[in-house]
Nanobody
C-alpha cells in the first residue's frame, strides 16, 4: 500500500531552521516527482518546492526560493526539505506528495498526512 509520511515539523523561532523528511513506501521512488506543499489556516494549499524523479531538476515558489532546499535519497526512499531563515508566514501544515513534476496540486496523486510547522517567538 502506498504511503507517504512526513516528519520534522515543530515550533521554531523566526530566523531558525528545520528539516522536513518525507518517507515513501509502497512505490518505487525513482518513477515519481516529489512535491512539498503547505496550507496555512484559511488559505489554499500551495506548492512550495518539487524535485524530479531522478533529482536533476528542482522548482521553488518565489516565497521560499533562496531559503529552502529540496533533496532526495532514492536509496532511502526519502525526500527532504531543508528550511532556513524561517519567517512567521511560513507557518503551515506541510505535505509531501508523489506525482508529476510541477507545483500544481493537480499533478500529484499520492499525499501524506502533513506535519505542522510553527514559526513564532
Amino acid at each position: 500500500q502506498l504511503r507517504l509520511v512526513e516528519s520534522g515539523g515543530g515550533l521554531v523561532q523566526p530566523g531558525g531552521s528545520l528539516r522536513l523528511s518525507c518517507e515513501v513506501s509502497g512505490l518505487t521512488l525513482d518513477y515519481y516527482a516529489i512535491g512539498w506543499f503547505r496550507q496555512a489556516p484559511g488559505k489554499e494549499r500551495e506548492g512550495v518546492s518539487c524535485i524530479s524523479s531522478r533529482g536533476g531538476d528542482t522548482l521553488y515558489s518565489s516565497s521560499v526560493k533562496g531559503r529552502f532546499a529540496i533533496s532526495r535519497d532514492n536509496a532511502k526512499n526519502t525526500v527532504y526539505l531543508q528550511m532556513n531563515s524561517l519567517k512567521p508566514e511560513d507557518t503551515a501544515v506541510y505535505y509531501c506528495a508523489a506525482g508529476r513534476y510541477g507545483l500544481d496540486t493537480e499533478r500529484y496523486a499520492y499525499w501524506g498526512q502533513g506535519t505542522l510547522v510553527t514559526v513564532s517567538s
